[in-house]
């Protein structure tokens, strides 16, 4: 996809400016530069910032409801006027988008019911926002002392609630360390609502493995939320001051385990290794022989340089093991290069291929892997 010059995009109305850069920073050839005009613009007003939270709601409503009967009629719909308008959005991205664009401004008031706001009511219950960009690491003290701590690429919304202190965990990963309060804690996530009383614990939210949510300390409950986008749920009924959490429904984790929960399939409970999944705070990605995909994967969390495993059957073998800088891709890549037959081969200017190299087999240097 082509980048379409950042004075064009602001000369359109906002809603279509922000509809073009969600699409945009999600596509595979999304470079750098083109993450840096996006956040000028998204700087250049505060309408900017709230027109591109409101796109990503709008689009994740729009992912969650494909296939259903109200998506389709008015897919086809938006589709014809859109076809046939004198005024498409960003005509040079084709078609596709602008039906995609349209489709969210038209899909958002079909969906709701008696317990989903509209957007702009939404909007005036989103109390703060805080966000960080790829390889930052914020933390924000909350007006009752809690902490947040938040990861790469990651945004909390704080909502505006007198009776409970709720959070939205809308993309990433964040560690809430908890005040007691006689307010009850949650944090909604992927369709998951965390309720704790006074502990510590961690969320990710990812694309693979779904809601991950690990307990430091204290004791928390995870529920399915039950809704299709968290951060429009309506307070919900909470549970008296002081009940126990084993006595509220859900999954009740204890120190040291984790409640994965994904997509229509139960929640999963397992121990894990606290000290792996909380380095990030320290700014320490910590490995216990683990496949080289899956390190290469957390690895490109923390880096706008991606690297990339060839698909090359030696490689799934090689398991690792040790603790890794956050960000810091070339140390990471060295050490690998020491330690392991592997060579690393750079492809573009943020692209580096790992290839399978053994230089006592017969000397050869590894071809290259686009060849």
Request: proline share 5%; charged share 30%.
């Amino acid at each position: 996809m082509k980048l379409v010059s950042i004075d064009k995009i602001a000369g359109r109305p906002v809603e279509e400016a922000a509809a073009y850069w969600i699409v945009r920073l999600d596509a595979p050839g999304c470079r750098p530069a083109d993450r840096a005009a996006f956040e000028k613009w998204r700087s250049a007003n505060a309408s900017h910032a709230e027109a591109f939270a409101r796109a990503r709601r709008a689009l994740a409503i729009v992912d969650q409801n494909l296939g259903s009967s109200e998506l389709t009629d008015l897919g086809e719909r938006v589709f014809k006027e859109s076809a046939t308008s004198r005024r498409p959005l960003f005509r040079s991205l084709g078609i596709g988008l602008a039906v995609a664009c349209a489709l969210v401004v038209a899909l958002v008031p079909l969906l709701q019911d008696d317990v989903r706001p509209d957007i702009d009511q939404q909007a005036r219950m989103i109390e703060s926002r805080f966000e960080t960009a790829v390889g930052e690491r914020s933390t924000v003290v909350l007006p009752d002392d809690s902490v947040v701590t938040l990861n790469t690429d990651s945004l909390v919304e704080v909502v505006r609630n007198a009776d409970v202190r709720r959070l939205v965990l809308v993309r990433g990963q964040a560690h809430f360390a908890v005040e007691k309060d006689s307010r009850p804690f949650e944090v909604l996530a992927g369709g998951q609502r965390i309720v704790a009383l006074g502990t510590a614990f961690d969320v990710r939210i990812d694309e693979d493995l779904g809601v991950r949510v690990t307990l430091v300390e204290g004791r928390v409950s995870v529920h399915e939320d039950g809704v299709r986008d968290a951060a429009t749920v309506a307070p919900a009924s909470e549970p008296p001051v002081g009940t126990p959490a084993e006595a509220i429904a859900g999954t009740v984790l204890s120190e040291g385990e984790q409640c994965i929960a994904k997509p229509d399939a139960p929640p999963e409970v397992i121990a894990v290794d606290v000290e792996q999944v909380i380095g990030w705070r320290e700014g320490q990605l910590v490995f216990r022989d683990d496949p080289l995909r899956d390190v290469v994967k957390e690895i490109n969390r923390y880096s706008t340089k991606k690297l990339v495993v060839v698909d090359d059957e030696r490689l799934d073998g090689i398991q690792i093991g040790g603790v890794f800088r956050a960000g810091s891709t070339e140390s990471f890549v060295a050490a690998v290069e020491e330690l392991y037959p592997v060579q690393a081969q750079r492809v573009s200017a943020d692209r580096v291929a790992l290839v399978w190299f053994d230089a006592t087999s017969d000397g050869k240097e590894p071809a290259n892997p686009l060849d």
